[in-house]
């Protein structure tokens, strides 16, 4: 499989941020400044949005710009992206080895916990 292209890598962290922050297409021109309509389109994945309007983005999702482009292991690629539950926050983090083994170990214990509550 190819690598995604940073418009792919863009366009689906834009999408998993606004369902994790509940927000919409409206909520999210309103916060930006950026028109409906572009908005749609970026959505879309047809706009091709500037530098600015990036920056207009991601002041309005609460994120630094180039977590836009970060790639994301694990569930985010597979399937669609899910509204994070009230008191849970994704972080993404450079770390040593055993602290990264660590980090992942509890959100492995966390999806298997937050699973098991869907499921009740």
Not at 35 to 45: E, H, L, M, P, Q
Not at 79 to 105: H, N, Q
Request: proline share 5%; with cysteine.
């Amino acid at each position: 499989m190819a690598n995604p292209s940073y418009l792919e890598i863009f366009h689906k962290n834009l999408c998993r941020l606004m369902i994790e922050r509940d927000i919409n297409k409206a909520e999210l021109s309103r916060r930006s400044g950026v028109s409906y309509a572009f908005v749609c389109d970026i959505v879309r994945g047809v706009g091709n949005p500037s530098v600015k309007i990036l920056e207009s983005l991601a002041t309005a999702l609460k994120i630094e710009l180039p977590q836009f482009f970060e790639e994301q292991d694990g569930e985010t690629w597979i399937g669609e992206p899910k509204k994070i539950p009230e008191g849970y926050e994704r972080i993404t983090a450079v770390l040593p080895k055993f602290d990264a083994y660590l980090v992942k170990r509890k959100a492995a214990e966390t999806q298997k916990k937050l699973s098991t509550k869907k499921r009740r």
